[in-house]
RNA sequence: GGAGGGGUGGCCGAGCGGUCAAUGGCAGCAGACUGUAAAUCUGCCCUCUUCGGAGUUCGUAGGUUCAAAUCCUACCCCCUCCA
């Protein structure tokens, strides 16, 4: 049987890593999830996702309720099938969708109403409907409908805002139809605000869930601020269950939050920035627009094994995304999704070796470098 | 040879007496991007600048006017049609 669950297997301070078993197979902690909002990791074949080392991705419930609408993909054998992708799936509720299309929804006790931004239609997603539409998905990981809680926050703000994510995360377990190697993970909500995380913690805790997410972050608080408030809110969270921190972020934030107790992240950086002319290096981070790499026969990042890097020089590389080239965004996605899924090797292995704390001072410092001239 | 049309900042192209250092677009130079309304968005883009401004621009040379990219004259180029 695949019952859901996560094997710690070394753990380095609050950092641990091991697996996760699911019904459509493992997941080595920490990892880092692509992600597929509309049922495809943008410019990337599925088997080249699987081809950097990521074992899980992402979809969104909002996205594909839209279209193509989880019912026909239902019909059609659902997402995995739907998309040629068969590892673990974790379907984002539409929560962060609360926050950022802020100006098309309506919030009340019952759910979000959404009007579509791509025809204006109106949506209502309650937490029993975004529970309905994951399972039409068939996602791995289905996730409580919450709202992001936008930043700043005024505290009062912040506890109504939270406390609705709870009442709705309640809901959502008791909709939630439980299969084997399946999960429901809640969302933990509250701002900066120690004393509204640590209610939210004890309150999704009290639901039970079988992974716990840390939402509300990465908003514009800061790093700095985004690490204290890990500090103290990731360890209120069950310590035998997958910790996710959603929407995180740089190679800097993803180990700095491993360091703090998280397990789980996804993000659109490595995606987004390969797509507008960002490459993140083992040189630092490299803006590939820029002119002075116009005549620059080297590879991009010569300790990658990414065909970006192994097949093709920066001047290349320049030229596809000057041009404006699909090719050029296809290159550098690869080569962002493969430096992440390194990345996450490296973390791994350096719990393994109880040196993330050197590891994660060797990557803050490399980020901080910025966009040098490498090689 | 005749009749028209036109020459505007790297390119295309608005403007047709003052509110014009001159709309736009492209190219160029940078920046941003964190549960994707993103193959997107933002800034700069004549020269100098203490960023408040200052100085030179709209084929060339004159002229009219308080004021000209805009009106007049001459000249130099370019395009179309006719012969």
Not at 1 to 8: E, G, Q, Y
Not at 325 to 332: F, K, Q, S, Y
Request: charged fraction near 20%.
């Amino acid at each position: 049987m695949t019952r859901f669950h996560l094997t710690i297997a070394t753990t380095d301070g609050k950092a641990r890593t091991g697996q996760i078993t699911t019904a459509h197979g493992p997941i080595d902690t920490p990892t880092f999830m692509p992600v597929g909002t509309v049922g495809t990791v943008k410019a990337m074949t599925p088997d080249a996702v699987r081809g950097t080392g990521a074992q899980m991705i992402l979809g969104n419930t909002y996205h594909l309720m839209l279209r193509p609408t989880s019912e026909r993909v239902a019909r059609l054998g659902g997402l995995h099938k739907f998309m040629d992708w068969s590892g673990p799936i974790l379907t984002d509720s539409g929560g962060f969708q609360v926050m950022s299309l802020a100006k098309l929804r309506k919030m009340s006790e019952k759910g979000v109403e959404f009007q579509s931004h791509l025809d204006g239609s109106k949506h209502m997603l309650s937490p029993e409907r975004a529970m309905e539409i994951q399972n039409q998905l068939d996602a791995t990981v289905t996730m409580a409908l919450d709202e992001c809680t936008p930043f700043p926050a005024e505290e009062k703000v912040a506890a109504d805002s939270m406390r609705l994510s709870m009442r709705w995360a309640k809901r959502c377990r008791e909709a939630f139809v439980p299969r084997e190697g399946y999960a429901l993970f809640g969302i933990q909500q509250g701002s900066v605000y120690e004393g509204l995380r640590a209610e939210s913690s004890a309150a999704l805790t009290e639901i039970g869930f079988d992974g716990y997410a840390v939402g509300g972050l990465a908003v514009g608080e800061g790093q700095e601020t985004m690490f204290s408030v890990l500090d103290h809110c990731v360890t209120t969270l069950p310590d035998d269950k997958p910790r996710y921190l959603m929407g995180v972020g740089r190679p800097s934030d993803i180990v700095g939050s491993v360091l703090r107790g998280i397990d789980m992240f996804d993000c659109v950086l490595p995606t987004r920035s390969g797509r507008t002319g960002q490459a993140f290096t083992r040189r630092g981070t490299v803006n590939m627009k820029n002119a002075r790499h116009q005549d620059d026969s080297r590879p991009l990042d010569e300790a990658c094994t990414c065909p970006a890097c192994t097949r093709y020089s920066r001047a290349y590389l320049h030229h596809l995304i000057r041009t404006g080239e699909i090719l050029g965004a296809m290159l550098l996605t690869w080569h962002n999704l493969q430096y992440y899924q390194d990345l996450m090797r490296g973390i791994r292995a350096a719990i393994t070796d109880h040196r993330l704390t050197a590891f994660a001072a060797e990557t803050a410092a490399l980020e901080a470098l910025g966009d040098i001239d490498p090689l």
